[in-house]
């Protein structure tokens, strides 16, 4: 009686099979080269919103310099299951372009947390100050729902201040 012999895996079908459904699979991955391509300038901001990259926005002040960034104490720090994160600060600062400055910084670190941030809402309250009043606000959508969330365009910043 002749023994028959067993095919190696590798000449099976539904080995081949496997293979072709993971590499499918693995070609509609994260593509992580598009903030490159954004650093670069090889994206606009229609594909940068696309992405859900954050876009950085410099603030100037009237002497045409870039605003410097205060000073700052995060004193809560929330993410709640929509998604929207929620920061409160505290700064000795009363400078508009400053205050903006941190609006916009701030919105960035809750988009670096790299959690499943949709919109950030940012308050920002005066350093040693007992009233509960804000100096300013701010909030920004990173993807569709934060955009519903907010009503404020993806990569945008809607900045309001308090000061006189």
């Not at 699979?25 to 391509?37: L, V």
């Not at 499943?116 to 040693?128: G, H, M, P, R, W």
């Amino acid at each position: 009686m002749v023994a028959s012999r067993k095919k190696s895996f590798y000449k099976k079908w539904w080995f081949w099979f496997v293979v072709i459904v993971i590499v499918i699979i693995g070609s509609f991955g994260n593509n992580s080269n598009e903030a490159a391509d954004l650093v670069k300038g090889n994206l606009n901001e229609t594909s940068a919103a696309e992405a859900q990259i954050p876009i950085k926005a410099a603030v100037v002040n009237s002497s045409g310099t870039e605003a410097a960034l205060p000073e700052f104490e995060i004193i809560k720090d929330e993410l709640n299951d929509a998604g929207i994160s929620h920061l409160t600060l505290v700064t000795a600062s009363k400078d508009k372009k400053e205050l903006e400055k941190l609006v916009q910084h701030a919105s960035e670190l809750a988009f670096d947390k790299g959690e499943e941030v949709q919109s950030v809402f940012v308050y920002i309250l005066e350093k040693d100050n007992t009233s509960s009043a804000y100096l300013a606000t701010g909030k920004k959508a990173f993807t569709n729902k934060g955009e519903a969330q907010t009503n404020v365009k993806i990569g945008e910043v809607e900045f309001k201040s308090n000061l006189e």
